[in-house]
């Protein structure tokens, strides 16, 4: 017999790790319901950071503007993103490819820093010369597609390799045209994929904060941007109120979509054997 | 074939490749181009590189210089600059160690684990990368402080007298860092994990091995392309790292992301912070070039065998 530690190393480590990942957010959870500002003691429950958050006017007004700036980013990233996998995946030869391929990947290792700051050039470089576009919200939504961009091809990329081309092949036979290949056989394949490749570069866009500190203007805050003045301010509850409702947010999305997608396994699997 | 157009193949092309040209190739151009000149006066924050006057392209190579020699006496090497860039990298570095070291056993035991509850602790690994990654760092910040949950608790329990200087110290920013890129060893590490065949692992038993000696000689030679990706992509992120020092460093603590923000928005100094980001560029793609090469190599190596 072995010792109870020795048998069980793995659970246990796996427990360390999981409370550790998991032990911030249990402490803004807990926090967030705090009674006093205070920070290592629950001092006793109540909602008022809830609703200091509700009155903050800057975090609200903040927190549309990033809903916003996330919702553009993830569509033109989408869009953006599997025009560019499309493009590697079924053009093998065109001018240019092994660079195309380098610059849509290579925001992936960029530093933000690096990227802000040379987005931040370029603008300022249009600005100067035709006098458009203000640093803002237009600013920020470039500067997340970029990046949103490159996940949303390695998304939908990996997807699209695995699409069966004698489906397409067969529409073809049948007298589609190219289009309608494309519309009613290609993309009901991987839209799956452009639909994870939405809500990745959503979450990238709506947590960043390096980008749109150089890219936002005087007046125009995301929510992170805000967020992280007043972190650098120190404690404050009402942060973590929001992280709360954060959290709980993700969770539940977390959860109906895992739901959704064990359904969906379940049907297909039925349907293949009733076949 | 599908060789034919549709909507005109030149348009899917088109339209992705004009995108990365305008907003990633034509801005790394642009910080190329103002790494190069002088830093401006008055209202202007650089010098153009064709001087109207003289008639001559003045390509200064001095911001790059002063970043490597100290103008003030110093010797080479002896700038802030340089000691910014070796610090991110020695914190990079130390975060990409200690993933490795809690994130292997983790990625193991979970690709060991029962395969009905795999996903679901998957998930429970990618969970927390869903919800917002600068609001976790936050939490660390009331974690960690002198009268933070984590102090005092060990007060309470009668282990130490006084709080411990966690935050604003190497400590903190080790801790978030490594609490941050975490997921990105494990998925990888796990990936290839997961694809292991265990059977060697009973092989070797049978065949005498102790279960540590055949952990160091199957397990761990096989699943080495898992710890160079799960190293690389911790390691890479890590350098340019902006947020969690400043959130959790001190003074001392500063990355050279923050140096080329300082440069930028406090000094002005655009030229500089230029030359700054593209120094930094270059950091970031001699360990790539390595991988690649040695990713590339081991492919080869495979298909000799």
């Known amino acids: ?275 | 074939m599908l060789k034919t157009s549709f909507f005109g193949r030149r348009w899917v092309i088109g339209v992705p490749y004009a995108w990365v040209i305008a907003f990633f190739l034509l801005p790394f151009l642009i910080l190329l181009y103002i790494s190069f000149v002088d830093m401006g006066t008055d209202i202007h924050p650089f010098k153009p590189l064709w001087d109207a006057q003289k008639g001559v392209l003045s390509l200064k190579y001095e911001n790059y210089g002063s970043i490597f020699r100290n103008n003030e006496g110093g010797g080479l090497f002896q700038t802030l600059y340089v000691e910014a860039y070796l610090r991110s990298i020695a914190y990079a570095f130390c975060t990409a160690v200690l993933c490795l070291v809690i994130g292997y056993p983790f990625a193991y035991f979970i690709a060991r684990s029962q395969e009905k509850y795999r996903p679901g602790l998957l998930m429970m690994v990618m969970l927390p990368f869903w919800t917002s990654f600068l609001l976790r760092i936050y939490a660390w910040k009331g974690i960690l402080a002198d009268q933070g949950v984590l102090n005092q608790s060990l007060m309470f329990l009668g282990l130490i007298d006084q709080p411990i200087q966690m935050l604003y110290t190497s400590v903190s920013m080790l801790v978030g860092m490594t609490y941050v890129y975490l997921p990105f060893m494990v998925l990888p590490l796990y990936a290839n994990l997961v694809k292991m065949d265990f059977r060697l692992l009973e092989a070797a038993h049978d065949l005498g091995a102790s279960p540590w000696r055949a952990f160091w000689l199957i397990t761990v030679p096989l699943s080495k392309a898992g710890i160079v990706a799960g190293f690389m992509l911790v390691f890479i992120p890590a350098v340019g790292e902006f947020v969690i020092p400043s959130l959790l460093g001190g003074p001392e603590n500063i990355m050279i992301g923050r140096v080329v923000w300082d440069e930028m928005f406090t000094s002005n100094n655009w030229p500089r912070a230029s030359a700054l980001a593209v120094t930094m560029i270059g950091l970031i793609i001699i360990p790539l070039v390595i991988y690649y090469h040695a990713a590339a190599a081991s492919s080869l190596e495979k298909e000799g065998r």
């Open chain 1, 1 to 275: 017999m072995k010792p109870f530690f020795q048998k069980n190393i793995g659970a246990i480590w796996m427990a360390l790790v999981f409370l550790f990942l998991y032990a911030p957010l249990m402490f803004m959870v807990l926090f967030s319901f705090n009674s006093t500002r205070q920070d290592a003691r629950f001092t006793g429950f109540s909602l008022r950071w809830y609703e200091a958050l509700a009155k903050d006017s800057k975090i609200v007004e903040a927190f549309w503007l990033s809903i916003k700036v996330a919702t553009i980013t993830g569509v033109l990233s989408a869009v953006l993103g599997t025009f560019a996998a499309f493009v590697l995946v079924r053009y093998q030869k065109f001018i240019g490819r092994t660079i195309f391929s380098g610059m849509v990947n290579a925001p992936l290792v960029m530093p933000e820093v690096v990227i802000g700051l040379s987005l931040l050039l370029l603008m300022v470089g249009i600005q100067n010369a035709f006098g458009w576009p203000e640093r803002g919200m237009l600013t920020i939504v470039l500067g997340h597609t970029l990046l949103g961009m490159a996940y949303a091809l390695v998304v939908v990329q990996s997807r699209l390799l695995d699409v069966d081309r004698s489906l397409e092949e067969a529409a073809m036979d049948l007298g589609a045209r190219p289009i309608q290949v494309f519309f009613l056989v290609t993309l009901p394949n991987i839209a799956p994929a452009i639909l994870a490749a939405f809500l990745l570069s959503f979450t990238l866009s709506f947590d960043d904060v390096v980008i749109s500190e150089f890219l936002s203007g005087p007046g125009v805050n995301t929510l992170p941007q805000v967020i992280f003045s007043y972190a650098r301010r120190g404690i404050n509850p009402t942060i973590y109120a929001a992280a709360t409702l954060l959290i709980t947010t993700v969770t539940i999305a977390i959860v109906v979509y895992s739901v959704w997608v064990a359904r969906q396994t379940r049907r297909r699997a039925r349907e293949t054997f009733s076949n």
